[in-house]
């Protein structure tokens, strides 16, 4: 059985995709080429919040219809980012409900004059449930965060001399229910001598503070009327030829050519073809490689695509270029193979969580941290709990960083989040996540869910159908979920590619009793090996440390406790690597906010680095090990040498 699964992604890769997006169109990043230009509507934006008892003001009193500052006051509101952390009113802080965003802009006049100009406004995620006005004008709305989506607004904008003024109104709930993708409840607080009248909170099951608004960039493209709409492209090799396979899309015409042509990082053409699909071969190709596998930067190719049609008002051309990595991804019964190489993750999860900007997208931040990872020798990271901005992923494919990519399914751990609608709905989020996702080489498997309650006997249709699902839109990469049930007791397991597995041992059982962690682990791995035979990844492993605490013998919240835990691991990791435990990622790379409890203190305190990117002591171990692992897993060819701890451009 698992060779039977190996050989399906080995090699050659599949062709073409199994199934078709039951989404309409494709959601390309928008990138600047000679037929599209783009216009960021980041920075300022007005805003409110709707405190009305029942949250609905703005829609009674139609806020969207004119401008914002007309119905009330507004704040200012940057974006990206979230408004929990912008202002000093607490209420905002924890607010549940509607928030109201809107932005004034100018278009140039050839975007509203030209009709073969096709204007779109695109959102890069709203969290969570979203609708869109444009000039008062209900355009879209869409479920769920950490997804961008889009509508094509030209009808709105092309409709007169003094069209070029344009108002973007959005409004964003981000209350959470049984059925969202990460679920919620509503309870309301009815003791009135406890609560004043309509009291309600939002409870979660998730340990992550539900930062919400518009946290990443929102901007207006064009492309010609016929365009390039999707384009996928799978990877595979034969014997030392690199095959790229294309599947490209186009909308609004019939009357069409496309030319394809791949270039290499010299920009030299290395291979063509014409068509809405086929297949270049790269002779003597450069393969994608995990970075500490190869050589820094990641290689990359380029596919350009040219689309020239006509149309009724004249001929029209776009032009596309998508980067593109040659690589495979295999699963054997013990092993994960990249280029038909054995892969082991040592890396870390993350959170997209910083001070003041909450999970809004920030530059700077995103640069501290791949080259904090890059110090540490992390050579993959899991997008814990839900997709990650696109230009993470970016970054991923050209730093050769592995990416377990896991759509929003936290906390999924009552029977009604097993239920249908919110299996439909959880579908969907897979299907976008995969249009968005497909193309990135870092990206070498799905992760549909972390910590279900994968034991009630809903789970396992559920999972089945969910995994079922992502890999008909996928079938060139394997799927997983994270789990921290029994393994005896698991019903989803069976369906998934790669066992992941968290655990907490000394942490949340067995307080203190660092001396457990080896013998527990140790039959963890071996419960879920006999059973499953399948490779198996540690996708979770930590202790809360509070940055400055020290304590020797060490004690449960200080720096030595932490390192001392994570030596404990080690020997048992050590133990099963090379054998069947492909993986290893910490809990977290940095300190993030969660909700108040008693059990936090200003939030998850787990990171190896603070939330401030600073190191706990914690980190110089693991940069000790992940270098060590890594230059015992590098291959003769690599040419990462110079990236060894001691030499390292790093160091
Ligand atoms: C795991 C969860 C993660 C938590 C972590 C913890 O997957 O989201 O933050 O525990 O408790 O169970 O620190």
């Not at 053409?269 to 190869?294: C, D, F, I, R, S």
């Not at 997209?352 to 890059?374: A, Q, T």
């Not at 054998?579 to 990622?585: A, T, W």
């Amino acid at each position: 059985m698992a060779r039977g699964r190996a050989a399906a992604w080995a090699a050659l890769g599949p062709l073409l995709w199994g199934c078709a997006l039951a989404l309409q169109g494709g959601m390309l990043y928008p990138r600047e080429s000679p037929s599209r230009e783009r216009k960021s509507l980041d920075g300022l934006w007005r805003f409110r919040a709707d405190f009305s008892d029942t949250r609905r003001r703005g829609f009674e009193e139609q806020w969207y219809r004119r401008p914002l500052r007309e119905s009330g006051p507004t704040l200012d509101m940057p974006v990206p980012s979230s408004f929990n952390d912008i202002s000093q009113d607490w209420r905002l802080r924890h607010f549940v409900g509607w928030v109201w965003y809107e932005r004034e802009v100018t278009l140039p006049e050839r975007w509203t004059q030209d009709l073969r100009t096709r204007v779109v406004l695109r959102i890069g995620s709203a969290h969570s449930y979203a609708i869109v006005w444009v000039n008062g004008v209900n355009t879209l709305e869409h479920e769920g965060g950490y997804l961008p989506f889009e509508v094509d607004i030209s009808s709105l904008v092309q409709v007169g001399p003094l069209s070029s003024h344009l108002r973007v109104t959005i409004a964003i709930n981000n209350t959470l229910t049984p059925s969202t993708l990460p679920p919620g409840t509503i309870r309301y607080m009815t003791d009135a001598s406890r609560y004043p009248k309509g009291y309600f909170v939002q409870n979660t099951d998730f340990d992550f503070f539900n930062y919400a608004g518009l946290q990443r960039s929102v901007l207006l493209y064009t492309t010609p009327t016929t365009y390039i709409d999707d384009i996928t492209v799978t990877t595979g090799v034969q014997q030392d030829s690199g095959l790229v396979n294309y599947q490209i899309s186009v909308k609004r015409g019939s009357q069409f050519e496309l030319e394809v042509r791949l270039l290499d990082a010299e920009n030299k053409v290395v291979a063509a073809g014409t068509g809405t699909q086929g297949q270049l071969k790269v002779p003597g190709a450069n393969l994608w490689w995990p970075y500490l596998m190869h050589e820094l930067p990641a290689y990359l190719y380029s596919l350009e695509v040219r689309l020239t049609a006509q149309t009724s008002v004249g001929p029209v051309s776009d032009f596309y270029t998508l980067p593109v990595g040659i690589r495979t991804v295999a699963v054997t019964e013990s092993q994960f193979l990249i280029n038909g190489k054995p892969f082991y993750f040592h890396g870390v999860n993350k959170h997209e969580d910083s001070d003041i900007r909450g999970k809004g997208f920030d530059w700077p931040l995103l640069v501290k941290d791949f080259n904090l990872l890059l110090w540490l020798g992390a050579n993959a990271f899991r997008t814990s709990h839900y997709p990650y901005a696109e230009e993470v992923l970016q970054m991923c494919d050209r730093y050769g960083i592995v990416v377990i990519d896991e759509c929003p399914a936290v906390g999924l751990v009552l029977p009604q989040h097993f239920s249908n609608t919110s299996m439909n709905h959880h579908m969907r989020v897979m299907e976008e996540l995969v249009r968005r996702d497909k193309n990135h080489p870092a990206v070498v498997m799905w992760s549909v869910a972390n910590e279900p309650a994968s034991s009630l006997e809903s789970a396992g249709y559920y999972f089945k159908m969910v995994i079922t699902h992502t890999k008909a839109l996928d079938p060139s990469r394997p799927v997983t979920f994270v789990t921290n049930s029994n393994y005896a007791a698991d019903k989803g397991a069976p369906y998934v590619d790669v066992i992941c597995v968290n655990s907490y041992y000394s942490w949340y059982h067995d307080y203190g009793h660092l001396e457990l962690i080896q013998l527990q682990l140790g039959t963890q791995f071996e419960n879920w090996y006999k059973t499953y035979h399948k490779p198996i990844i540690q996708s979770e492993y930590g202790a809360e440390t509070i940055v400055g605490f020290h304590q020797d013998p060490p004690l449960m919240f200080s720096e030595e406790y932490q390192k001392a835990l994570l030596e404990q691991y080690h020997l048992g990791l050590d133990e099963k690597r090379g054998k069947y435990v492909v993986g290893e990622l910490i809990w977290n790379f940095a300190d993030f906010m969660t909700n108040q409890t008693p059990q936090r203190v200003l939030g998850n305190k787990k990171g190896i680095f603070t939330r401030q990117r600073q190191p706990k002591a914690a980190a110089f171990l693991l940069r000790e090990r992940y270098w060590k692992i890594a230059n015992e897993t590098r291959y003769p060819h690599s040419a990462a040498k110079s990236q060894c701890l001691e030499n390292s451009p790093f160091t």
